[in-house]
């Protein structure tokens, strides 16, 4: 399988052009393991699809080890894009609700099941990010729903700060629109980083499919 570059569906918005491993071959497998947020209790990551088909609906789950003993377990909260074409890297975290135990020399072991990358109802939908922009202390911009299918909320927005190829940061909202939007219909969103360094980022929206 051939990796592809960040972002090669073009359904994620920013400045951010990360590299990131190539990952195993025929899996869908972790390539980079970010920080802990301690203060809500997430751990960042991605990882790449190297199977033969798209996926969607990325679920994931971890297990923290230390001295050889569990120390923590928890599963992912969404991800963007919400669809992973072949060879393509997406972004997730783990939510953890001990995360302020868990040893900075924790070991993380990943699982992850998927969907075929299909309209079937309530199947991630993606929205595809046409603005982005960094506008004093906050992020905001639009997306469409570039699919063929009519869409529904509510529409997550993932932002991931990036310090060179390296997961710095998250922060999340959600579109103001909440209803159904029929292909070409469009969202917008707004997101304060309360002062936080995002030196470059991306940004993903999602909803599902009516």
């Known amino acids: 399988m051939q990796p592809l570059p960040f972002n090669a569906s073009?359904?994620?918005?920013?400045?951010?052009?990360?590299?990131?491993?190539a990952g195993e071959q025929g899996k869908v497998s972790v390539v980079q393991i970010g920080p802990m947020e301690t203060d809500s209790g997430t751990l960042l990551f991605a990882f790449r699809n190297n199977t033969s088909e798209g996926i969607s609906h990325v679920d994931w789950t971890a297990t923290a080890t230390s001295g050889g003993k569990i120390v923590g377990t928890g599963s992912s909260q969404g991800g963007i894009p919400a669809q992973v074409q072949s060879g393509e890297v997406g972004l997730s975290y783990i939510y953890f609700d001990n995360a302020k135990a868990i040893p900075k020399d924790a070991k993380y072991e990943f699982t992850v099941e998927t969907t075929p990358v299909d309209t079937s109802s309530y199947n991630t939908a993606p929205m595809k990010v046409t603005q982005a922009n960094l506008v004093g202390g906050s992020i905001v911009g639009g997306a469409?729903?570039?699919t063929d299918a009519e869409a529904t909320g509510p529409y997550s927005v993932e932002i991931?700060?990036?310090k060179g190829d390296k997961i710095q940061a998250k922060h999340g909202t959600f579109a103001e629109q909440l209803g159904k939007i029929a292909p070409g219909g469009k969202v917008t969103f707004s997101e304060d980083l309360f002062g936080d360094k995002c030196p470059t980022f991306t940004v993903g929206v999602s909803g599902f499919f009516s």
Do not use: I, R, S, V
Request: glycine share 16%.
């Open 10 to 21: 073009g359904l994620l918005g920013g400045n951010a052009k990360p590299n990131f491993p």
């Open 160 to 162: 991931y700060c990036f």
């Open 144 to 146: 469409t729903n570039a």
